[in-house]
């Protein structure tokens, strides 16, 4: 396996650094603390260089808030500046070497990847219902905050040999417990604590059909006992190597009855459907004359499903308003 060095020096140019501040602050320009920030850019910017060539760049305090869609969750957030900065200059770098290490089965915080590819791909593969009339349906509990900070660490040593590197993403993985959601890096960290996993299952294992959305999984078979001894192996894997345990609401069951309901739509072998929560959600928008960029977002899941009747419901509605 290659192992990098000599990332860090690219990583605090100052270039990279002003490049991780213009794609961090897109589209964001008019909030305060970034509108604040471009007030004296320049003596910033050369401050976190000098911060981080000195070593003396230390993750500030989270505020941390709980959301509850789709479900409730503590969501950190980080100051703009320095922290959302750093976050950007490193991915910069190190963005194509993690990529490379993700299968391709694999879907989240990948560019050209994402959700609708994965659901794309997951219907693909029924089309086969001979080797697919089983799924195995499981997720991890408390994924994010159940990432072990040494474990993390010696996988990231397994990819990089870089001292200056290493102490600063050591830093930032040290600055809260597990991986915080809302984190720019902790979706790359979370997506790699999981790779060798993810290669583990294609390549030992010799799984066909595996579809991994951060941690939500899929895995199709055509026998029902096949999926229960890859969950056998699979949880063991994970708390042994992982320090990860697997949810107990995972469920095996036949594609045909139920359909599997992954990523807002339902997929069975001759059709997708979208989630019925999606569905009363969009229907509601329509109905209450919501925003038109937020009825264009719900028209787009429309597009990658076998919706004729309900698109044909959400016409009729604009034409009566």
């Known amino acids: 396996m290659k192992r990098h060095r000599n990332l860090y020096e690219r990583i605090i140019d100052i270039q990279n650094i002003y490049l ?4 961090a602050s897109k589209g964001k320009k008019n909030q305060y ?16 260089q000098n911060d981080l060539i000195n070593k003396t760049f230390v993750t500030s305090k989270y505020s941390i808030f709980k959301v509850f869609e789709p479900k409730e969750r503590e969501v950190y957030r980080l100051p703009y500046y320095p922290d959302r900065i750093v976050h950007h200059a490193i991915m910069n770098v190190l963005e194509p070497i993690f990529v490379s290490t993700f299968t391709t089965d694999s879907y989240n915080c990948i560019k050209g990847m994402g959700l609708h590819k994965a659901s794309r791909n997951l219907s693909k593969s029924l089309k086969n219902e001979e080797e697919t009339r089983y799924c195995l349906k499981l997720d991890i509990r408390k994924f994010y905050p159940s990432v072990d900070h040494d474990i993390l660490k010696q996988l990231l040593r397994k ?5 200056d590197l ?13 991986l915080p959601i809302g984190n720019y890096l902790s979706q790359y960290f979370a997506n790699f604590y999981l790779t060798y996993f993810d290669h583990w299952v294609k390549e030992i294992l010799k799984v066909k059909y595996y579809f991994r959305y951060a941690d939500d999984i899929v895995i199709l078979a055509g026998e029902k006992d096949t999926l229960h001894r890859y969950l056998r192996l699979i949880s063991e894997y994970l708390k042994v190597n992982l320090k990860l345990e697997v949810k107990k609401n995972y469920q095996v069951f036949p594609v045909s009855s139920r359909g599997i309901d992954f990523l807002g739509y339902v997929h069975f072998n001759s059709h997708r459907l979208l989630r019925k929560t999606i569905k009363k959600r969009f229907i509601k928008a329509v109905r209450q004359k919501a925003p ?4 264009a977002s719900y028209h787009g899941w429309l597009k990658h499903a076998n919706c004729k009747h309900l698109t044909k419901k959400y016409i009729n509605i604009e034409k009566v308003q």
């Open 20 to 23: 991780a501040d213009a794609l």
């Open 159 to 163: 990819k990089f040999k870089d001292n």
């Open 166 to 178: 290493l102490w600063l993403l050591d830093e930032i993985i040290d600055s809260a417990p597990g």
């Open 33 to 48: 603390s970034i509108a604040n920030h471009m007030l004296q850019q320049d003596m910033n910017i050369f401050k976190l």
């Open 292 to 295: 038109a960029a937020s009825i």
